[in-house]
Structure formats: structure tokens, C-alpha cells
């Protein structure tokens, strides 16, 4: 008997007599649009959507064809859904809101439509990463998404690879659907996901190490020795979401530190690191800016970035513990 990620959530609301189904219905646009997604990058070799258009996005990365066309599909396919009132994507520097009818729009939508891009014509994996928040009226679509990441409603990702698969998590727990191309449905592949307590792996671009901050550079080093008493293998994607998506199975910890070009991390806090902490966080797994809790930072902007580090708690704590000693001396 196959569970298809709408049931999922049915099933789930259940738990919750006042959902009207409504949430179960804005999922079905993300899941929709995400299959759209997903139908292209699989013929991207037969059809001419590799390469770049010539134009570059709000991040001042050139966009890719796919980048467009799974922003596009994520805006139409969930524009038409009455729940939503707002969505922020990486590709549009401002929020595109919708005027609903009295007692609709409940929520706000934040998403990286393709990510990894620079991955797409050497067919590695890249992914989608999105977050719900609810938003009222009164509040409306900035300030809405504009509040710490521990008031997302739901978060995931879908990973486009050897198969794709929908992880999502409304925080009871972190569930994985695989695509099962032979029905067109994501069918439930994973239940209550949980990562390792810690790992054998970290993940990070060590091209830029010479320029990570000193505490970052010695707990790499440690990790090399073997000084928490085991040995690390290193691997690095170049993906987040495929790089994450590892983690969350195998351990370990990805780091994206500061670095001379990125003071202040490369990755984005509203869209790339809010989601994936939500995920780790309920799969027992822990996430940081270095120091602090990426679920309690305050976003002052949409397109923020952050120093990002997430993995098993045992990896991830020991960093903070060095950063936060670092910083007391
Ligand atoms: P670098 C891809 O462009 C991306 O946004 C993430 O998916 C990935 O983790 C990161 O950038 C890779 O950045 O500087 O290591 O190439």
C-alpha cells in the first residue's frame, strides 16, 4: 500500500481538527511544480535548456535556463493556490504578493528554486529548498517571513539525482518521498529520518580554508588527525542541497565559514540555511552560524547570508564550543 505525500499530510492533519485540508492543498503546488522541475532536468541533455540566458539574478549569478523555469513553475503553480499569500524566491529581489479574499491567504512561501546551479550542465544533482510561514493580513508577506526560523510552519527540500526525493518536515519529524516516475507520485520512502549522532565526513570548499577564520582552520585540522578519535574523509558536492541531503544520512558536518569573498558566509539564511536547519533539527541533528542558533537569528533582509555549519550535534557543538572559546580569549 503506497502513502503519496498528500495523504501524508492528511493523515497528519488529522492530528489537527482545525486544518481545513488547506495545507495539504499548498503542498500539492509545491509537489506539482517540483515534478514540472524535475520532467525538464531529466531530458536537459535532449532539450536546449542547458546554458545560461545571458542575464544574471538578484545574487548577481548568472541564471541558467532550469533556474527560470523552476522559478516559474513554483510561482504559477502555487499563485494558484488561494492559501498563499506571499512568496519570496532567490531569483526576485521583492516579495510577490496576491490580494486574497478575506480569510485566505494564510501563508507565506520562501524558496531557492534551483540550487546548486553552477551544477546543472554537468548533470550533478541540484535541488529545490522551500519554507512555510503563516502570515496575516496585519502582518503581511516581509515582516512575515522576516521572524526567526523556528516559526516556520514546514521546510524541506526535493533532490534532483539518481532518483528525487521530496524531504519535508511540519515539525513532527522528517519524511522522505521518492518519485516514482512510473505513477508521476512521490511515494513515502523514508519515515522519521533521524541523523547520526555524528559522522566520519565534513564537507566544505577547501579552496577557500587559507581565509576561513583561525577557529575554523584549526578545528578542520583536528578533524584531519583524527583528534576526536576518528578519521574523517572529506566530500564536497558543490550542491548544498545534495551535500546536506548526505548528511543527513551518513553524519558529519558541512561548513560554509566565512571567507575573504563572503564575510559573511556565502549561503542565504531565509531560503538555504532556515530550511535545512528545520530538517536537521528534527531529525536530531543541530545548526549554526559558527556560534549562534540558525533558527533564532532575526532576518533584517530576504536575501541575507549567513556563515553556515549543520550536521550531528557531536561535529557541530564541538565548532561552537572552539568559535565561542575563540571569541572569549
Ligand atoms: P562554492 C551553489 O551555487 C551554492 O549556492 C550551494 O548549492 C553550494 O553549497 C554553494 O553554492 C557552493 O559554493 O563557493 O563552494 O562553489
Not at 103 to 131: H, K, R
Not at 152 to 168: D, E, K, L, N
Request: glycine share 10%.
Amino acid at each position: 500500500m503506497i502513502t503519496t505525500v498528500q495523504q501524508h499530510i492528511l493523515n497528519e492533519q488529522q492530528r489537527f481538527p482545525h486544518a481545513r485540508g488547506r495545507f495539504s492543498w499548498l503542498l500539492s503546488g509545491l509537489t506539482l511544480a517540483t515534478k514540472m522541475t524535475e520532467a525538464k532536468i531529466r531530458r536537459a541533455g535532449l532539450l536546449d535548456v542547458l546554458g545560461d540566458i545571458g542575464e544574471v539574478n538578484v545574487q548577481g549569478e548568472k541564471q541558467q535556463k532550469l533556474d527560470v523555469y523552476a522559478n516559474n513553475a513554483l510561482l504559477h503553480c502555487l499563485g494558484l493556490r488561494d492559501t498563499v499569500a506571499a512568496l519570496i524566491s532567490e531569483e526576485n529581489e521583492e516579495p510577490i504578493t496576491f490580494d486574497r479574499e478575506q480569510g485566505t491567504g494564510e501563508y507565506a512561501i520562501v524558496f531557492d528554486p534551483l540550487d546548486g546551479s553552477s551544477n546543472i550542465d554537468v548533470n550533478v544533482n541540484v535541488g529545490t529548498i522551500f519554507s512555510i510561514y503563516r502570515c496575516s493580513p496585519e502582518v503581511g508577506s516581509k515582516a512575515a517571513v522576516l521572524q526567526p526560523g523556528i516559526k516556520q510552519v514546514a521546510a524541506g527540500y526535493v533532490v534532483y539525482g539518481p532518483s528525487t526525493i521530496f524531504v519535508y518536515s511540519a515539525g513532527s519529524g522528517v519524511f522522505g518521498f521518492t518519485l516514482d516516475p512510473a505513477i508521476g507520485a512521490y511515494v513515502l520512502s523514508h519515515e522519521h529520518m533521524r541523523m547520526p549522532e555524528r559522522g566520519n565526513i565534513y564537507s566544505v570548499n577547501e579552496a577557500n580554508a587559507d581565509s576561513f577564520p583561525p577557529a575554523y582552520q584549526d578545528f578542520l585540522g583536528k578533524l584531519r588527525k583524527g583528534a576526536f578519535g576518528r578519521k574523517y574523509t572529506s566530500r564536497y558536492i558543490g550542491s548544498l542541497v545534495a551535500d546536506f541531503h548526505r548528511t543527513l544520512f551518513k553524519g558529519g558536518i558541512f561548513l560554509y565559514p566565512p571567507t575573504e569573498t563572503h564575510a559573511q558566509g556565502k549561503l542565504r539564511l531565509l531560503y538555504e540555511a532556515n530550511p535545512l536547519a528545520f530538517i536537521a533539527e528534527q531529525a536530531g541533528g543541530m545548526a549554526t552560524d559558527g556560534t549562534r542558533r540558525i533558527l533564532e537569528i532575526e532576518p533584517c533582509d530576504i536575501h541575507q547570508r549567513t556563515p553556515f555549519v549543520i550536521g550531528s550535534k557531536d561535529e557541530v557543538s564541538r565548532l561552537r564550543d572552539s568559535l565561542l572559546q575563540a571569541k572569549a580569549v
